[in-house]
T-cell receptor
Framework: ETGVTQSPTHLIKTRGQQVTLRCSSQ?????VSWYQQALGQGPQFIFQ???????GRGNFPPRFSGLQFPNYSSELNVNALELDDSALYLC??????????????FGSGTRLTVV | GENVEQHPSTLSVQEGDSAVIKCTYS??????FPWYKQELGKGPQLIID???NVGEKKDQRIAVTLNKTAKHFSLHITETQPEDSAVYFC???????????WGAGTKLIIKP
């Protein structure tokens, strides 16, 4: 059983640029959630994808967008990067939405630095 | 909405001693309370969770207790070992919700 894999592991971008982060969910999981974790803080929910549709969104602006593909892998896209977007971006997969059937499996994250 | 507070922010204990991390939550509708361990350079890993129909759950050296009336829950680690050093996060949610609300984390340091 493979876990959650994220790519790239590290990324440096310039303010105003666009970035795409990728996530492969754990085998058998159909739900992917994305979180932003600033240094020294707990993760903040960005959005969740379930069966290729956005299933919920946190308090993030529209320049944060995503996709989920038929194989349940997912992308997080951020446009017009700002310095405050520098953070660890975590992808978590789960079996169905909600937590009735269990919790998340997280990837190791993508460390994004905006300069 | 839900708000989760976690204490202490840093906890240093002697190897072999016990460690306790405490969290409080605000939304009485929350019924799912997981604990995650995050090692340096890695994503959070679920170590134990508890649901509101249970007051205590144990898995080897770790245990979690829940007091629904007081809206607080705690992580207990006994016989601490160097590999327990990490940042621990508590979280809370209603189990049909799509997101977890996280505490700010506790950095646990195990002194040899």
């Amino acid at each position: 059983e493979t876990g959650v894999t994220q790519s790239p592991t590290h990324l440096i971008k310039t303010r105003g640029q666009q970035v795409t982060l990728r996530c492969s969910s754990q085998s058998g999981h159909n739900t992917v959630s994305w979180y932003q974790q600033a240094l020294g803080q707990g993760p903040q929910f960005i959005f969740q994808y379930y069966r290729e549709e956005e299933n919920g969104r946190g308090n993030f602006p529209p320049r944060f967008s995503g996709l989920q593909f038929p194989n349940y892998s997912s992308e997080l896209n951020v446009n017009a990067l700002e310095l405050d977007d520098s953070a660890l971006y975590l992808c978590a997969s789960s079996l169905e939405t909600g937590f009735i059937l269990g919790g998340y499996t997280f990837g190791s994250g993508t460390r994004l630095t905006v300069v | 909405g839900e708000n989760v507070e976690q204490h202490p922010s840093t906890l240093s204990v002697q190897e072999g001693d016990s460690a306790v991390i405490k969290c409080t939550y605000s939304d009485s509708a929350s019924n799912y309370f997981p604990w995650y361990k995050q090692e340096l350079g890695k994503g959070p890993q679920l170590i134990i969770d508890i649901r509101s129909n249970v007051g205590e759950k144990k898995d080897q050296r770790i245990a979690v207790t829940l007091n629904k009336t007081a809206k607080h829950f705690s992580l207990h680690i006994t016989e601490t070992q160097p590999e327990d050093s990490a940042v621990y996060f508590c979280a809370a949610t209603e189990d049909s919700n799509y997101q977890l609300i996280w505490g700010a984390g506790t950095k646990l340091i195990i002194k040899p």
